[in-house]
């Protein structure tokens, strides 16, 4: 298995060659209704487990979500068609030149520890995320934060950040209790103000979580069961097989090579696409690589795959091919990109020929045995068109690393397909993570610039010129978007979310 990569979330993909153990459920699958409209129990299983319930060490959303979810309210939420909804805050909205958002909080709602939640509470969490060592705290950088009176607080940049709202709406929007900030146990003893209220003393850390509903909780309607349990498990036939003796309602699925076994055993699979797998061909300047300087010759890379068998082979056709890293929920998003370059070898040889390289050329890239099918197939369609690829595994933990250094002009990688000005600025822009070599371009810059400043109406149009630009451009070679796929069993009923890797745990409900 291997985690998504998320914006600012330096987590390596080599993590999967560490994930072999396994973790038992509970057996508690009872899913009966009661009297007062709530099933008594979920139990989910989770691929990865909290590194602190500290929203300033450990908070994240993506496949972590479900349990800061469980403990914290977020300012802002998404509902499941992914729009963004009113929470903590009822209210919010711009100055003039969107470098202040101010936001108008609810005066009713209480911590576990029976504190208020106030400006006070939202503005201290706010800048522990910021200040904090989470993996998306950069996110919230050089935003300064202040509470005008107890239930407005406003949000101060120095230039417009179109990803701010949204981010509200995942970890950086998440509110802790102040009287936990100090304390020593607030790793694994959360405060916050939302559904669940973990039970430590039952709760076995990295193993399974125990949560017992908030009686006091302000959006009690939202609440469809009396407990939850999220059991972690990191191995796919562990998964599989606690499914088959029914010790779940709902589990992430891993591998998609497992849904067949997993609906056999009774079980409906919901499933979005979040991901593409694909190459990255970095080094568009041709520092390391003077071949990739071509466009020819990245145009030619895409004309190389066989999206349509690599999708069949790595990931059994669950998923979508695609030629762009917007996601179809992007403004910029355009169904014709995505037959940009068919698969067509003899084009691309014919392409190498007229960048000058007939016979080809080496590329080093960056291989490692936890995705060596994938791997192996990319080298042989390279090789089909005259590339030859020299791979080298640069041992576990130093996948992201090396790529980072950076120390190959292209690698293969599994992204997240973020919100559009989060994508920018995680794989676009000059200072974006995953442009390790700094690559500018005047065109592209030209279109971020009216992305974060311009109108609504404008900034749309630059998305799509954008996207359509770095196709053409090849500034990557994505393969296909993966199928996020999460599995209920027969009395579970699921919304998954389009936006996020973990379902919401609002989303969950009894069929009875």
Not at 267 to 284: A, K, M, P, V, Y
Not at 336 to 359: I, R, T
Request: hydrophobic share 40%; charged share 20%.
């Amino acid at each position: 298995m291997m985690f998504r990569w998320k914006a600012t979330a330096a987590v390596a993909v080599i993590a999967a060659l560490a994930l072999t153990g396994c973790a038992g459920g509970n057996g508690e699958t009872d899913n009966t209704g009661d009297d007062g409209g709530r099933a008594d129990r979920l139990t989910l299983i989770s691929i990865a487990a909290p590194t602190s319930y500290d929203i300033g060490q450990g908070a994240e959303w993506g496949n972590r979500s479900e349990f800061f979810q469980a403990v914290f309210d977020t300012l802002l939420s998404k509902d499941a068609s992914g729009e963004i909804q009113p929470w903590l805050a009822t209210e919010w909205s711009y100055n003039e030149d969107n470098t202040v958002l101010t936001l108008t909080l609810r005066d009713d709602v209480t911590f576990t520890d029976g504190s208020a939640l106030d400006a006070d509470a939202v503005v201290g969490s706010l800048e522990r995320f910021r200040d904090g060592t989470s993996p998306q705290a950069a996110t919230l950088a050089g935003k300064e934060f202040a509470a005008v009176d107890a239930t407005t607080v406003t949000i101060t940049q120095d230039a417009p950040d179109p990803s701010l709202v949204n981010l509200l709406s995942i970890a950086p929007g998440l509110v802790q209790a102040p009287s936990s900030f100090d304390d020593a146990d607030s790793a694994t003893t959360p405060v916050g103000s939302g559904p669940y209220i973990l039970d430590s003393a039952s709760s076995v850390t990295g193993t399974t979580y125990n949560y017992t509903a908030n009686p006091d909780y302000w959006n009690p309607d939202v609440v469809k069961y009396d407990n939850l349990t999220i059991n972690v498990m990191e191995d796919t036939t562990a998964i599989v097989n606690a499914i088959k003796a029914g010790e779940a309602n709902g589990a992430k699925i891993a591998d998609n090579n497992t849904i067949a076994e997993v609906e056999g055993a009774g079980w409906t699979i919901e499933s979005n696409e979040l991901d593409f797998q694909g190459l990255l061909l970095l080094d568009r300047a041709g520092t390391m690589a003077p071949e990739l300087a071509d466009v020819k010759v990245r145009q030619a890379i895409n004309m190389a795959f066989d999206r349509e068998a690599l999708l069949q082979s790595l990931q059994s056709g669950y998923g979508t091919v695609t030629e762009q890293v917007f996601p179809e929920t992007s403004v910029a998003y355009d169904a014709a990109l995505d037959s940009a370059y068919a698969y067509d070898p003899d084009a691309a040889k014919a392409l190498l020929a007229e960048a000058g390289y007939p016979n080809g050329f080496t590329l080093s890239m960056m291989s490692t045995p936890a995705f060596q099918t994938t791997f192996d197939l990319v080298a042989q369609q390279l090789a089909d068109i005259g590339i030859t690829v020299e791979y080298t595994d640069p041992g576990a933990g130093n996948f992201i690393t090396d790529m980072l250094a950076p120390k190959y002009p292209a690698t293969w990688m599994a992204l997240e397909q973020n919100p559009d000005w989060q994508l920018i600025n995680f794989m676009i822009s000059p200072s974006a993570t995953f442009n390790p070599f700094k690559y500018q371009d005047d065109t592209v810059d030209g279109y971020i610039e009216t992305v974060q400043f311009g109108t609504e109406e404008e900034a749309a149009t630059a998305l799509k010129e954008l996207n359509a630009y770095i196709v053409d451009q090849a500034w990557f070679a994505p393969f296909f978007r993966v199928q996020g796929s999460f599995a209920v069993d027969a009395n579970t009923e699921l919304t998954f979310w389009p936006t996020n890797a973990y379902p919401s745990i609002f989303d969950f409900s009894p069929k009875n």
